[in-house]
């Protein structure tokens, strides 16, 4: 009987896992409650009405069908018997001899009243659907006879939150609402409509360099993104946020991408934890006391480094490929190796012809930042369907600033804040 290895998230991180641990001497399951992986990094994409959903996501089995020794299984991972070595879902239990956890982060809400509810997330493909559906909602709702009072509610859009994500969707958003929709609705008056980021800190793109920061927000304000710097939220209300220093902003429509946290599904478990839920490790990326078990990407803290790696998709390939050899190494006697992030920079796209990127030390803005942004994305996507068609949708988009996939589409169940229907 060969070693079963059991890898629970079909993310970056245990895709790539399962990857290096094709056509090796060992079992490989892969466990997800999707049959699908997610292009996360271009999900903003998706709400902003630039992209289908079916663009970012490949079938899991699709991707592992030439690997003979890896299957894949849908569940969804409830508990985990340390002792056993089993994990069971509501329907399934598979055992493991190894155990590589990738279950990926969810949204943290630093427990501010009313966010969790009425705030719209981009984790998910539902999540992206359904955040489309009602941007466009507001508008046609705005298009009614309305009072201004209502109309100012319905085109005010709050994204909480000037990282990566916020700056990328504010400016998707921006050149939606400043292109194709100002042509769909001539009744509305586009004075009404506004675009708010919400930040705590005193900069967007805070781990960014200052001069990369000062151009990301330069070029926001260009875009009539009103960027509240600073700022604080209270609490989060159906129509309304507040903020710390008391102001209300009246708004139906709250865009959370604040922070993140470890998946908590593995609450319960047994495991030490840092900050935000995520599982301590080793530098071999184990679990002390749990030399079986593996934890990559958004759900693991490295113990030694005093600093938590980034969340983003290229640590999470680093750490599954890592996992993935260092069991290797074990069922062959060799030693185990420390893990080493090799950073490759970050960029950011605020918009067409704009972008910003940190490769080394090495900093660009403007077009080329955005060409270089464009290449690697396309590169990283999975699939050559999944690769043309987002070319062509941004080919079309570039060349006559226009987004077809402005449509509202039925879900059976859309995680979208309770609103009145006017």
């Given at each position: 009987?060969?070693?079963r ?13 399962a990857?290096t ?32 959903p ?15 020794n ?73 298009s009614?006879k ?18 990566p ?91 959370w ?15 030490s ?38 969340m ?111």
């Amino acid at each position: 009987m060969r070693p079963r290895v059991v890898i629970a998230g079909g993310g970056f991180g245990g895709l790539w896992a399962a990857r290096t641990l094709a056509n090796q001497p060992v079992d490989v399951i892969l466990v997800d409650r999707n049959n699908y992986h997610t292009f996360l990094p271009l999900l903003y994409q998706v709400a902003a009405a630039e992209l289908e959903p079916e663009d970012i996501a490949y079938p899991i089995r699709s991707i592992l069908r030439k690997f003979p020794n890896v299957r894949f299984v849908l569940a969804d991972i409830k508990r985990i018997d340390l002792g056993k070595r089993v994990l069971y879902s509501s329907d399934y239990a598979i055992t493991y001899d190894y155990l590589i956890l990738a279950t990926g982060s969810t949204t943290q809400f630093f427990g501010i009243p009313g966010a969790a509810e009425y705030s719209f997330q981009l984790k998910t493909l539902e999540q992206g659907i359904a955040l489309r559906n009602h941007i466009l909602r507001c508008f046609e709702y705005a298009s009614r006879k309305i009072d201004d009072a209502k109309r100012q509610q319905l085109l005010t859009f709050t994204i909480v939150g000037g990282g990566p994500t916020g700056v990328e969707f504010a400016g998707a958003l921006a050149e939606l609402i400043h292109g194709p929709l100002k042509k769909d609705y001539p009744s509305i008056d586009f004075d009404y409509v506004k675009v708010v980021v919400i930040e705590a800190a005193n900069s967007v793109l805070i781990t960014f360099p200052k001069t990369l920061r000062d151009y990301a927000l330069d070029r926001l304000y260009r875009m009539k993104v009103n960027v509240m710097l600073e700022t604080l939220v209270e609490k989060v209300m159906p129509q309304t946020v507040h903020l710390k220093d008391k102001n209300i902003l009246p708004t139906e429509t709250v865009i959370w991408t604040a922070g993140i946290c470890a998946d908590p599904i593995t609450e319960g478990w047994g495991f030490s934890t840092a900050r935000g839920g995520l599982l301590m490790v080793l530098p071999t990326l184990e679990i002390e006391g749990h030399e079986e078990i593996y934890v990559v990407g958004d759900l693991s803290s490295i113990e030694d480094t005093r600093r938590q790696l980034p969340m983003t998709a290229p640590a999470a390939v680093q750490q599954g490929i890592h996992a993935a050899n260092n069991i290797l190494n074990k069922l062959t006697g060799r030693p185990q190796s420390p893990f080493i992030y090799k950073d490759k920079g970050a960029m950011v796209t605020i918009g067409r012809n704009t972008a910003v990127a940190q490769i080394g030390k090495r900093s660009f803005t403007g077009f080329f930042a955005w060409i270089l942004w464009l290449i690697v994305q396309l590169i990283n996507l999975i699939g050559f369907r999944n690769r043309l068609m987002v070319l062509i949708n941004w080919s079309i988009d570039y060349l006559l600033f226009e987004r077809a996939i402005r449509l509202i589409l039925p879900l059976r169940k859309q995680p979208q804040p309770p609103r009145n229907q006017t």
